[in-house]
């Protein structure tokens, strides 16, 4: 879809008609209440693909809900070598881990990984109306607490593990969060490059693409060009030595 298509469906959809309504914010929030959610957000122009939504250092002032497309996060280590610390999908919300940061600052990049449409939501605004809404911050508290947890599991994946299985927990793991979407179960969007997730994942992009190969030989997935199907689940997960949640 074209950025100028997004952006016509992007003024046209408030919360109570958006489609990702059972995903982001709107999920904590009663419907009567749904109008003071939509006051305080922004629905930006659609970034292109390699379009920046925020910079490492700059100051933090909003968190972002993906509408449609997908984002990259990134740092700079002090040797000025890029790591992929993130990528998120239609639903999810980035910057959150900025939330608290002693300097009041981005701790990342955010990239589009091709034409992304957000909803900029102002922290400040966002964080008055929590303290109004007790389900809304409950429903924070969950979203940064899952944050946590998904910066844990990759720690643990560019860990020790094997090269096999850190790609094959990565293509469950957005296996599960495409269904979130209603994809079908074992469709899989790979918008990021495979140089992305060998990033990501520690691993050299020579590696990524044997493994793809090696796993297409083996009957357990299909891909082609950015679409991936799961023909056989059992064995992924028994590669990613993972359970699916």
Do not use: W
Request: net charge neutral; hydrophobic share 40%.
């Amino acid at each position: 879809m074209s950025v100028r298509h997004i952006a016509i469906r992007l003024r046209e959809t408030h919360c109570a008609e958006c489609a990702l309504n059972p995903l982001c914010l709107p999920l904590a929030i009663e419907e009567s209440d749904l109008d003071q959610l939509d006051d305080i957000i922004a629905r930006n122009q659609p970034l292109p693909r390699g379009g920046l939504l925020f910079h490492q250092g700059s100051p933090f002032s909003a968190v972002y809900a993906i509408r449609s497309g997908a984002i990259k996060t990134c740092t700079v280590t002090p040797s000025g070598d890029e790591q992929v610390t993130g990528f998120y999908l239609p639903g999810e919300i980035v910057g959150l881990d900025s939330i608290g940061n002693a300097s009041n600052s981005y701790d990342s990049t955010a990239v589009a990984l091709e034409a992304t449409a957000v909803c900029a939501i102002p922290f400040p605004a966002l964080e008055s109306l929590a303290l109004r809404l007790p389900r809304l911050q409950h429903h924070l508290f969950g979203l940064m607490s899952s944050e946590i947890r998904n910066d844990r599991q990759v720690m643990q994946l560019v860990g020790k593990r094997p090269a096999e299985e850190r790609v094959a927990a990565l293509l469950l793991s957005l296996s599960v969060r495409g269904k979130r979407q209603r994809l079908p179960e074992n469709h899989v969007r790979l918008p990021m490059s495979r140089s992305d997730i060998g990033n990501h994942l520690g691993l050299a992009l020579e590696t990524v693409s044997r493994i793809f190969t090696r796993f297409q030989q083996q009957g357990v997935i299909t891909v082609r060009g950015k679409e991936l199907v799961i023909v056989d689940r059992a064995r992924l997960c028994e590669l990613a030595e993972a359970r699916e949640r």
